[in-house]
């Protein structure tokens, strides 16, 4: 019997021995023994545009790279809400994340004004200035402040408000209801100056926090009310489109610099063309989505809202925030064509 198991061990051995060696001798990588590992962790639900975003990159860089990059997708936050990332990344803790508009709040709170209410004409508007000299600008303090290296800047659709029950056309609707906003104190002190009771929550939280009647209401852009199923648990959309913004694919940099030259280039070609995909996607399908979630919802538009009455209500904003928001900001977002 021992002879036996010697010589099963020794065929053991000898056919691994022999694998290996015609691995070696084919120039063949096994799939596990990838140069780089990319995790990306974002907050938004599985299937949301930036998620679809990351699957076409995921896929697109690990065929390019021959495997040599292995990318893991996490969403809702597995890996860490909005504001955790930031850290995580600026040790190189986590490789990379869709960061939101609080990380301007958080970091570089001199340019907070970017999630302002009705500050933007057209999402055309903004990506003009973050395309210029102020988003230049803003990129090169996240990496200096942060360590974090934006390779790619995504659109998202502009943020409207839900609500449980009571059907709000006036900042006077908004008397006592309590609406769950990010951790921006920009968003806070608006919806505060609307009338609301702002209660900042993660957004992997909304959904019960809704269900248990903690919050009244929320706001978000159609495709994330969609795809965490809010209508499950909020009964009115009104389409206010307050506030219009971008995301950001960012990248530790602590990271980054261990990643191999011509792994880099792949990585920020590939991430500039995953966004592309976020924003034809919100293009084609955004009206497709409002019309499925006008079936569960009870849609308010634009048309039976006071919407000059909260644009007014912004206006004490730029007051609140002269300390923190960068003097002539204002002015040159407005001049900006």
Do not use: C
């Not at 570089?108 to 209410?117: D, H, I, L, S, V």
Request: glycine share 8%.
């Amino acid at each position: 019997m021992r002879q036996t198991n010697q010589i099963r061990g020794y065929s053991s051995i000898a056919a691994t021995v022999f694998a290996a060696t015609a691995v070696a001798l084919l120039g063949l990588t096994p799939a596990h023994a990838a140069e780089v590992t990319m995790r990306i962790n974002h907050t938004f639900g599985v299937n949301s545009f930036p998620d679809r975003a990351l699957q076409e990159f995921k896929k697109q860089v690990e065929a390019k790279s021959n495997k040599r990059i292995e990318v893991r997708l996490y969403s809702s936050g597995e890996l860490g809400q909005e504001i955790e990332q930031y850290d995580l990344m600026q040790t190189g803790s986590l490789e990379s994340a869709l960061l939101g508009g609080q990380v301007l709040s958080s970091v570089t709170p001199e340019y907070g004004m970017f999630e302002a209410p009705y500050l933007w004409r057209d999402q055309a508007h903004l990506r003009k200035v973050w395309d210029g000299p102020i988003g230049k600008e803003i990129s090169k303090l996240l990496l200096s402040r942060k360590g974090i290296r934006i390779v790619g800047a995504w659109n998202r659709g502009a943020r409207n408000l839900t609500t449980t029950s009571k059907v709000v056309k006036s900042p006077q609707d908004l008397g006592g209801l309590k609406i769950r906003t990010t951790q921006n104190p920009v968003h806070v002190a608006a919806w505060k100056a609307l009338g609301a009771l702002p209660t900042p929550m993660p957004f992997g939280d909304v959904f019960m926090g809704l269900r248990q009647g903690v919050i009244d209401g929320q706001e978000n852009p159609l495709d994330l009310i969609q795809s965490a199923s809010l209508f499950e648990v909020q009964k009115n959309l009104h389409l206010t489109q307050h506030v219009r913004s971008i995301g950001w694919f960012g990248v530790s940099e602590v990271w980054f610099k261990r990643v191999p030259d011509d792994l880099k280039k792949l990585i920020l070609a590939e991430a500039r063309t995953a966004m592309l995909v976020n924003d034809r996607t919100l293009v084609a399908e955004e009206g497709k989505i409002l019309k499925e979630l006008a079936k569960r919802m009870n849609v308010v538009p634009e048309k039976d809202m006071d919407i000059a009455a909260f644009r007014a209500r912004m206006k004490v904003l730029p007051q609140e925030f002269a300390k923190t928001w960068k003097k002539g900001l204002y002015e040159q977002i407005v001049k900006t064509k």
